[in-house]
């Protein structure tokens, strides 16, 4: 198929096949929420949000209204039933049912209704899908008090690209807390990483290759060697992700507790990105309130618990992608072959972006070009692989496409950017993955 073809995807479609899936029981929630007379409201007025509308409320029958964030969209309708209203509209005098169009607002959900001082019950909608929830469920959340019934092995690796100071500060935000700790250093350079002094906190051990293999095989290289120790659990991390305290604490207990299913194949923790629009005070993110987990559609590689009795069924990470995607790719496939993915939302871990790593980012999504090359390519091979058995991953594979075509029209190194999308756009065309080769990484900058 060629690659104007592979895009062509029906969004709304696709977000309204997604919201079916658990169409009884989230029509069960807007009845019984309707009969209470509960004011209930959606939160996003995107093409998600449209999705669910056309799906469970096409004549505005339960739907009063629609909250954004984004400002120039408060006065419009959606679907010319609903109006889209700011936060600062709504009025205090009701009690509110929020309906999230997706989980990503989750967290800028939660605090601006606890800004605003808002009275609401917030239902994550991809949480019921994901984790096959009945409407009973959601109504009478289970109180999870813990009951050990195993001593589960838990050792953690993390990947290093030309470390600074702050890395060793993260690395002992989490180190005291595991088994065991891999330092997988993927620089380039003859600098030496102080590795050793992480040993009086728990068995370590240093691995480097003295040249960047990328995440994937980073990862598939411990998991191997932490199956051969005898490990059950495997977290992985950026050089650029701190734990807080009871981050590592809380994924153990859930791992030793006799509710685990046996499905469950990634815990996550509640990640708090410093330089995300969602971000939101720690402290205050804890006293949000919040159901105990979450399960998702996908997860970031970065503080992520791997468990290994699963790894071969789901195979590992593509080592093809090299960086960019791979995280998410290897979560598609963990929900294909039936696996669970689980968020602790009591273990919370800071994400910020190191500005000397190869691929950096800022809070406005400025990219190197070489980050244009790996996103690019590596979208059109996810979008190509999955576009018929994971149609929604396929869409934002699709999304990212055209935002990074947009984004590369403007800026200083726009040539250079549209030269990376150019070499991915061949590379991908002629199944040439994996790391770039080093004569065409001079060519865009």
Same mark, same amino acid.
């Given at each position: 198929m060629e690659t104007k073809e592979l895009r062509k995807i029906n969004a709304i479609n696709v977000y309204m096949s997604h919201f079916r899936n658990k169409y009884f029981d989230i029509m069960k929630l807007l009845d019984f929420f309707k009969n209470e007379e509960k004011c209930i409201v959606l939160w996003g007025a995107g093409r998600r949000g449209i999705a669910f509308l056309r799906a469970y409320d096409p004549a505005g029958e339960y739907i009063s209204f629609v909250i954004d964030m984004n400002k120039q969209k408060s006065g419009q309708m959606v679907d010319s039933y609903r109006r889209i209203y700011s936060i600062k509209e709504i009025k205090k005098d009701k009690k509110y049912v929020v309906f999230l169009s997706s989980d990503a607002f989750e967290n800028s959900a939660r605090y601006q209704l606890y800004l605003a001082r808002i009275d609401a019950m917030v239902i994550n909608v991809d949480n019921i899908i994901w984790g096959n929830l009945s409407a009973e469920e959601i109504l009478n959340q289970p109180l999870y008090d813990m009951h050990p019934?195993?001593?589960?092995?838990?050792?953690?690796?993390?990947? @290093?690209?030309?470390?600074?100071?702050?890395?060793?500060?993260n690395i002992s935000s989490y180190a005291a807390f595991l088994d065991k700790l891999f330092i997988y250093d993927n620089s380039e350079d003859d600098c030496i990483f102080p590795w050793s002094q992480f040993?009086?906190?728990?068995?370590?051990?240093?691995?480097?290759?003295?040249?960047?293999r990328g995440?994937?095989?980073?990862?598939?290289?411990v998991a191997g060697k932490a199956i051969n120790d005898g490990y059950d659990w495997l977290i992985t991390y950026d050089q650029d992700s701190m734990a807080t305290v009871e981050m590592?604490?809380?994924m153990r207990k859930f791992a030793n507790d006799e509710s685990l299913r046996n499905d469950v194949a990634l815990i996550t923790p509640l990640v708090n990105d410093t330089c995300s629009q969602e971000y939101v005070p720690t402290d205050v993110l804890r006293l949000l309130s919040k159901p105990p987990l979450y399960y998702k559609e996908r997860a970031l590689q970065s503080g992520t618990m791997h468990r290994l009795s699963l790894w071969g069924e789901i195979g590992g990470y593509n080592e093809d992608l090299f960086i960019q995607e791979v995280d998410f790719e290897f979560c598609v496939r963990c929900v294909l072959n039936g696996k669970k993915i689980v968020q602790l939302n009591d273990a919370v871990m800071i994400h910020q972006i190191d500005e000397k790593r190869e691929i950096?980012?800022?809070?406005?999504k400025k990219y190197t070009p070489l980050t244009y090359y790996y996103l690019y390519r590596n979208a059109l091979y996810c979008l190509r692989k999955y576009r018929k058995i994971a149609p929604l991953f396929a869409l934002s594979c699709a999304d990212i496409l055209y935002? @990074?075509?947009?984004?590369?029209e403007t800026?200083?190194?726009s040539m250079n950017k549209k030269t990376a999308l150019s070499i991915a756009t061949h590379d991908f065309e002629n199944r040439i993955m994996g790391k770039i080769i080093s004569e065409?990484?001079? @060519?865009i900058g």
């Amino acid at each position: 198929m060629e690659t104007k073809e592979l895009r062509k995807i029906n969004a709304i479609n696709v977000y309204m096949s997604h919201f079916r899936n658990k169409y009884f029981d989230i029509m069960k929630l807007l009845d019984f929420f309707k009969n209470e007379e509960k004011c209930i409201v959606l939160w996003g007025a995107g093409r998600r949000g449209i999705a669910f509308l056309r799906a469970y409320d096409p004549a505005g029958e339960y739907i009063s209204f629609v909250i954004d964030m984004n400002k120039q969209k408060s006065g419009q309708m959606v679907d010319s039933y609903r109006r889209i209203y700011s936060i600062k509209e709504i009025k205090k005098d009701k009690k509110y049912v929020v309906f999230l169009s997706s989980d990503a607002f989750e967290n800028s959900a939660r605090y601006q209704l606890y800004l605003a001082r808002i009275d609401a019950m917030v239902i994550n909608v991809d949480n019921i899908i994901w984790g096959n929830l009945s409407a009973e469920e959601i109504l009478n959340q289970p109180l999870y008090d813990m009951h050990p019934v195993r001593n589960t092995k838990i050792c953690a690796m993390v990947i @290093l690209y030309q470390p600074n100071e702050f890395v060793i500060k993260n690395i002992s935000s989490y180190a005291a807390f595991l088994d065991k700790l891999f330092i997988y250093d993927n620089s380039e350079d003859d600098c030496i990483f102080p590795w050793s002094q992480f040993s009086e906190d728990c068995m370590v051990e240093y691995i480097r290759h003295h040249e960047n293999r990328g995440i994937g095989a980073a990862i598939n290289e411990v998991a191997g060697k932490a199956i051969n120790d005898g490990y059950d659990w495997l977290i992985t991390y950026d050089q650029d992700s701190m734990a807080t305290v009871e981050m590592v604490p809380e994924m153990r207990k859930f791992a030793n507790d006799e509710s685990l299913r046996n499905d469950v194949a990634l815990i996550t923790p509640l990640v708090n990105d410093t330089c995300s629009q969602e971000y939101v005070p720690t402290d205050v993110l804890r006293l949000l309130s919040k159901p105990p987990l979450y399960y998702k559609e996908r997860a970031l590689q970065s503080g992520t618990m791997h468990r290994l009795s699963l790894w071969g069924e789901i195979g590992g990470y593509n080592e093809d992608l090299f960086i960019q995607e791979v995280d998410f790719e290897f979560c598609v496939r963990c929900v294909l072959n039936g696996k669970k993915i689980v968020q602790l939302n009591d273990a919370v871990m800071i994400h910020q972006i190191d500005e000397k790593r190869e691929i950096q980012k800022t809070s406005k999504k400025k990219y190197t070009p070489l980050t244009y090359y790996y996103l690019y390519r590596n979208a059109l091979y996810c979008l190509r692989k999955y576009r018929k058995i994971a149609p929604l991953f396929a869409l934002s594979c699709a999304d990212i496409l055209y935002v @990074l075509e947009k984004a590369s029209e403007t800026g200083m190194d726009s040539m250079n950017k549209k030269t990376a999308l150019s070499i991915a756009t061949h590379d991908f065309e002629n199944r040439i993955m994996g790391k770039i080769i080093s004569e065409k990484l001079h @060519l865009i900058g």
